[in-house]
């Protein structure tokens, strides 16, 4: 039995849970589940609980979200498209953040931002019109950061003087606000990783595996830390038509 209206610390729990993890918008409670919501991240999220000592209980309404957790669904009634359960509160706070994470960074979180940011701005001049792009860039970079958790997307790195937004298809070559501010056009990379990756020295197979180009010659690769082995920590369905335009039209190309 999910008992949220019956047990007051159950009911204290999840308003923590949700709260601690950017859920702050409390929309009430239905059936045993307490809602919540978010002013920066998409979708709801629904919680429950069997008792004070667990299992806790999540459901998701966001497909994006769901698809990028792979996580298994639990066999139980309740709301959203898809439910999951744990053992324990941390289990569960470690999923909200990453649901957060990604309901702040998946499509279209950013372009909302954006035109939110941008909705007042004049466009006329080449000056103005360049305020706009390093508002978008500024977006997309803060997508990135936390949909890769503000480490690099191949080696971890941390430090963020030393992490890139890399667009994938390169911003002048997208067609649309969208596509310049989906954070599966992007990929937060190293420095280093992030200019090979811009001129076509390096790519990534579907399966996130590095490809090198024949021009990118063994001693700089070595000086760099470039090789064969590394790999994306992460790849999503929403990458790979990305990385397959990036293969087709950049990789190789040093242009």
């Known amino acids: 039995m999910i008992e949220v209206p019956q047990s007051f610390v159950v009911r204290e729990e999840c308003e923590k849970a949700a709260f601690q993890n ?29 008792g004070v000592r667990g299992p806790w209980f999540l459901a998701l309404d966001h497909g994006g979200i769901i698809a990028e957790l792979g996580l298994p669904a639990a066999v139980t009634p309740g709301p959203g498209k898809t439910r999951y359960a744990f053992d324990t509160l941390g ?12 309901g702040v960074s998946l499509p279209d979180a950013p372009l909302r931002e954006f035109e939110l940011r941008v909705t007042n701005l004049p466009r006329t001049t080449e000056a103005e019109r360049l305020v706009i792009q390093r508002v978008g860039q500024e977006v997309f970079r803060d997508a990135l950061m936390t949909y890769w958790g503000g480490r690099c997307a191949v080696t971890g790195v941390a430090e963020p003087h030393l992490l890139r937004a890399s ?12 596509e310049r501010l989906d954070a599966y056009n992007g990929l937060l990379l190293a420095v280093h990783l992030d200019a090979a990756f811009d001129v076509g020295l390096i790519s990534f197979t579907d399966d996130g595996d590095i490809l090198l180009a024949d021009q990118f010659g063994q001693d700089d690769r070595e000086i760099l830390r470039i090789h064969a082995g590394l790999k994306l920590r992460h790849v999503a369905a929403g990458h790979r038509p990305r990385l397959a335009w990036h293969r087709a039209n950049l990789f190789g190309s040093t242009s």
């Open 91 to 102: 289990e569960l706070y470690a999923t909200l953040n990453r649901v957060y994470a990604l």
């Open 167 to 178: 667009h994938i298809k390169p911003w002048a070559r997208c067609e649309t606000d969208a």
């Open 22 to 50: 950017g859920f702050r918008r409390h929309l009430g409670e239905s059936q045993g589940w307490a809602a919540f919501a978010s002013t920066t991240a998409r979708g709801a999220i629904h919680l429950a609980a069997a």
